[in-house]
Structures are given as C-alpha cells and as structure tokens.
C-alpha cells in the first residue's frame, strides 16, 4: 500500500527566512504533486514533477523530485505572510492521488 | 473557461439519511474523482469515473455510491449517514488522454452529519 508522509506537519517561521518541507514515498511513482490548500477552500495546483531530479521553482517556492529516495522536497525562499496556508503532497498511483496530511505553515510578520 | 464546479457548498444532514453531492467538470475533461477530507487531514480517494463506469475505488464501503452522466458529470450518493461522514468532498476532474496528467479540484461541499 502507498503510504505518503510529510514533515513537518506544522511549521512557524518568520518573513524573510528560508524552509523545506520533506514529502517521503512508500511505493515507486511517476508522478508527484505539490498542492496549496487556504483554510475552507479547495486545493489549488502549485507543480507536478515528472521525472528524476526534475525541479520547478515559481516565485518563493520551488519543488525537487529525487525518485530513486522517493523523495521530493518544497523550499521556501525569505517567506513573505501570503505564503501562510497548508501545503499537500499527493503521489499519483494510476489515476488516483494519494496525499500526505499536509504540513500547516505559518508565517509571522 | 468554467472550472471544476460542485453543489451545494454546504449540507447539513441527520445520522442515518442519506445525501447527494454533485460535480460538474472542468470543459473538456472526462473522469471524476471524488475525495473525502476531514477536518486536518489529507484527501482520501473515494473513487473514479470515466465513460459512466466506476474504474477505481478507494477504501470506502459500498454506502458511498456515484454515478458520471453522459456529459460528464458526477454524482456522490452517501446512504446511512455517520457522524464519521462528516467532512469536505472534493470533486476533481482530468483527461484521461492528457501527456501530463493532471487533476484539477472543485471548491468542495462541505457536509455535516449531526
């Protein structure tokens, strides 16, 4: 069974400082999904990572994908407040996505 | 371009009834999921549908039902409601055909069983 876990779950950090959140895979995949998700609302699509070492960066975030560790990682770059929300990995597993529980990040002024 | 659309946005219903969710794709698209995601935690795949078949399914027992429609849409039948089934839905619909695989989700109906 697919099993995603990330970590951390909660993370506090301040304006201006950098961060990674870790998202670790049970199971071989080909395809690795960042998503952002604003409290009541639904899951907004930040980077899909197809391949071994495949990197996307869009304004302070940029996600990596290391599958032979079967791992994929999201740097945050001098976080700015905007950036508060949770983040979700999800590992594609023929048309289904199986998500990780999120990792709540807070950003203080 | 309409997006991915669901109704209602909110549902309040008694334990043992029954509800209906339904989904609307995304134009040209032409397979729904439907997730479940509780308070804190991540979606959960209920199942899929893709040319008015259910073709995958998660880990849910049988009183979560759906259907697609012929132009696409879905619907999520939960029957005997729990105090369990108290969560958001996500509908999220692709193409099936696509190079690079994506779903894109609705805003979600959020039910509570009371």
């Known amino acids: 069974e697919l099993k995603v876990e990330q970590n951390p779950l909660f993370l506090s950090m301040q304006e201006g400082k950098n961060y990674t959140i870790y998202c670790n895979y049970s199971?071989?995949?080909?395809?690795l999904y960042w998503y952002r998700q604003d409290p009541g609302k639904s899951l907004e699509s930040l980077f899909v990572l197809l391949s071994n070492g495949a990197v996307k960066q869009e304004g302070r975030l940029m996600a990596s994908l290391d599958t032979k560790a079967r791992l994929s990682t999201l740097h945050i770059t001098a976080a700015v407040h905007d950036l508060s929300a949770t983040y979700f990995c999800a590992v594609g597993r023929s048309e289904k996505l199986v998500f990780g529980k999120g990792t709540k990040l807070t950003v203080n002024p | 371009d309409a997006g991915v659309t669901q109704s209602p946005t909110h549902l309040i219903k008694t334990r043992g009834q029954q509800v209906t969710l339904r989904c609307s794709p995304k134009?040209?698209?032409?397979?729904v999921s439907w997730y479940q995601q509780a308070l804190g935690q991540g979606p959960q795949f209920i199942f899929q549908y893709y040319e008015e078949e259910e073709r995958q399914r998660g880990n849910f027992p049988d009183r979560f039902s759906g259907h697609q429609f012929p132009n696409y849409s879905s619907e999520l039948n939960v029957n005997a409601l729990l105090l369990g089934d108290s969560a958001l839905y996500l509908c999220?619909?692709?193409?099936?055909?696509?190079?690079?695989?994506?779903?894109?989700f609705g805003p979600g109906t959020r039910l509570t069983v009371t």
């Open positions: 999220a619909s692709s193409y099936l055909g696509a190079s690079i695989y994506e779903q894109y």
């Open positions: 134009s040209g698209h032409d397979t």
């Open positions: 199971t071989t995949s080909d395809r």
